[in-house]
């Protein structure tokens, strides 16, 4: 009986395979190595699309189509998935985002680092309006949930403010949020405590959101950090996303030790992962040089106590100290990535812009130029801060995602980190072609299948029949990234086709304007 009814099931798959070896569609991708994202070896087939999703998968051979794409030697796979980025204020100055479609990614997650839109209903519908070239989900952020509550201050909520900030997650979550994400480097998230974050992570954990987090301290004080995280995770009985996984001096080869509490976690049944961009160099704003008292109640209070000789030279010292524990001798390793008032130091190092100035080399008179920048209105920064084993390290960590860490870039504008034009295209020309870290299969997973089920992303992130027709197709041998820290501005090559929900979006390497994306809605969405 059982083997009559396994000869049954061959049959009707048969019978069904050769029905749709006999269907037209809409598209047929031909010919093609199959990586299906769920890290199982490639196999050579061919995909039918009918609308916006994957109708077959097999040989196809017999079917008809409207349009054929020829995967012929290339490699097909799912649309990427960059569960780390910062869009937000992008979307309508280049709806096309480029640079993620040229890198092969066809969705996003926006609101890390604690930023993110409060009003989520509004935005979606913004989103609707502006019609992206990639699927977006977003996040909520802790730090503008703060900022409304109760400003830039370091200060604590009262019971009643954190019900108010309690119920902005809520309605966020069943507006569509993914999760509650959190940047405690940043102010004000930088004055808050851990049962706050608690109380606001276990709003987002009954609607089955994801918690992520920049952490306090990615440096001298980053095992605390994690520390931290997972204990956020473990109070609120939810899934954790460690943001941006890095470490600084002076602990540069504790990559390993990171890991193994991320897997200690795990062993105790907290979903804990985390994500990488593949550079040793961070980007955010200057202001992150400063000591946090520095910072309390925004720009003006920063401006103000600056104007201040003693509180000045108190800033000044506090830095010299933080110089010390991080074992710099120069501000060499900070480069300025765009300042808008005065943008012919792009690209330039703190410690080449104070030589510029007529000061000489000396750290006091390195922190007396960043003052200077600051107080113009500061600048976004590039940190070369990171060494090549740790990233290495992290990256092939079967847990680990690839991010960006990105917005939508204007091309040609400031000098921004290239991990916003070719973090994909990285991973996979130089950690996978050149190095052989990872295998390709296992790339695609990282870049794929593991962020969509940690962020509860359904119907993407595979290629299987039913699943939404997100998918790239790009030559393994040529793929690039073209992007470098002195030349930033440039795409990545090697993407022949991208389709995002059956549209083809890059055809024949070229982006041709489709604008198809949709809404990614978190799992406690409420129509």
């Not at 396994?6 to 190595?33: C, E, M, P, T, Y």
Request: charged share 20%; aromatic share 8%.
């Amino acid at each position: 009986m059982k083997i009559r009814g396994v000869i049954f099931f061959l049959s009707f798959w048969f019978v069904n395979l050769s029905a749709f070896a006999q269907q037209h569609f809409d598209i047929l991708i031909k010919n093609g190595d199959i990586i299906d994202g769920t890290g199982s070896p490639r196999f050579k087939g061919d995909i039918g699309i009918i609308k916006n999703k994957i109708a077959a998968i097999g040989d196809l051979s017999s079917a008809t189509a409207d349009s054929v794409l020829d995967a012929s030697g290339l490699i097909v796979a799912p649309g990427f998935i960059d569960v780390h980025t910062h869009i937000e204020g992008d979307e309508a100055k280049t709806p096309t985002a480029d640079n993620f479609i040229y890198d092969g990614v066809t969705s996003v997650i926006t609101g890390n680092c604690g930023s993110s839109r409060l009003d989520i209903k509004h935005y979606f519908d913004t989103l609707r309006i502006v019609k992206l070239s990639v699927n977006v989900g977003t996040l909520m952020g802790h730090n503008d949930i703060r900022t409304k509550v109760l400003g830039q201050g370091d200060i604590a909520p009262t019971k009643t403010q954190l019900k108010e900030m309690e119920a902005i997650v809520a309605k966020g979550m069943r507006d569509g949020a993914m999760g509650f994400s959190t940047g405690l480097e940043y102010t004000p998230g930088i004055y808050s405590k851990t049962d706050e974050i608690v109380a606001l992570a276990k709003q987002a954990a009954k609607y089955h959101g994801v918690y992520t987090s920049h952490m306090r301290n990615e440096s001298d004080h980053v095992f605390e950090a994690i520390a931290e995280t997972i204990d956020v995770g473990r109070q609120a009985k939810m899934p954790v996303e460690i943001s941006h996984l890095k470490v600084g001096q002076p602990n540069w080869g504790a990559s390993q030790k990171m890991l193994a509490m991320i897997d200690s976690a795990r062993a105790e049944g907290i979903d804990v992962t985390d994500d990488v961009y593949p550079y040793t160099a961070s980007s955010t704003t200057l202001y992150i040089l400063l000591p946090d008292w520095l910072k309390a109640g925004g720009t003006k209070e920063i401006l103000k106590r600056l104007s201040d000789p003693a509180l000045h030279q108190k800033a000044v010292d506090d830095m010299i100290v933080d110089m010390q524990r991080r074992k710099r001798a120069h501000f060499d390793y900070a480069v300025v990535a765009s300042f808008s008032e005065n943008p012919s130091l792009d690209g330039k190092s703190i410690a080449q812009i104070n030589v510029e100035a007529g000061r000489s080399a000396t750290i006091p008179n390195e922190i007396e130029t960043i003052l200077d920048i600051v107080k113009l209105g500061s600048a976004s920064m590039v940190f070369h801060s990171m060494n090549e084993a740790d990233v290495d390290n992290i990256l092939k960590y079967p847990y680990t995602a690839i991010i960006s860490d990105s917005g939508i870039r204007t091309f040609g504008e400031g000098a921004p980190h290239p991990r916003g034009y070719g973090s994909n295209a990285r991973v996979l020309a130089m950690y996978v072609r050149d190095k052989n870290l990872i295998t390709l299969e296992d790339a695609v997973r990282k870049m794929t299948s593991l962020p969509a089920q940690k962020f509860h992303i359904t119907n993407r992130g595979v290629l299987q029949p039913g699943k939404y027709a997100d998918i790239v197709i790009f030559d393994a041998a040529r793929v690039k990234d073209e992007s470098t820290f002195e030349h930033p501005h440039a795409y990545s090559t090697g993407f022949k086709y991208v389709l995002v929900n059956g549209a083809v979006t890059v055809d024949n390497f070229k982006h041709i304007g489709t604008r198809n994306g949709t809404i990614l809605y978190g799992p406690g969405y409420k129509k």
